[in-house]
C-alpha cells in the first residue's frame, strides 16, 4: 500500500513564501518538502525529475512561481505519479 501525504504543510510553506520566492524565482517551479525547499528548476519537468530521484512520488509539491493571483484559483492538495 501506497503512503498518501495531504501536502497541507508544504502548500502553507508555498503560500507564506510567495512573496519572496516571486522576488527571486519568478517563471521558476518550486519543490517543497515539509518546510523545505528542495530547489527551483526552469520546468515542471525538470522539477519532478530531481524530486524523485530521492523522494516518494506525491510525498512533494511543486509549484509555478508566478505573480499572476488567477493563476492560484486551483488548489490541488494531493496527487500522486504513478
Known amino acids: 500500500m501506497k503512503a498518501t501525504y495531504d501536502l497541507e504543510t508544504e502548500y ?3 503560500q507564506e513564501h510567495l ?3 516571486v ?4 517563471g521558476k517551479y518550486l519543490v517543497i518538502i515539509g518546510q ?3 530547489g527551483f528548476y526552469n ?3 525538470e522539477a519532478l525529475a530531481e524530486a ?4 516518494e512520488p506525491g510525498s512533494f509539491f511543486i509549484e509555478l512561481c508566478t505573480d499572476n ?4 484559483n486551483v488548489v490541488l492538495y494531493n496527487w500522486s505519479v504513478a
Request: aromatic residues 24%; proline residues 4%; neutral net charge.
Open 43 to 45: 520546468s515542471i519537468s
Open 69 to 72: 493571483k488567477d493563476y492560484y
Open 36 to 38: 523545505s525547499v528542495l
Open 23 to 26: 522576488k527571486e524565482y519568478l
Open 12 to 14: 502553507k510553506f508555498f
Open 19 to 21: 512573496p519572496e520566492f
Open 52 to 55: 524523485v530521484k530521492e523522494h
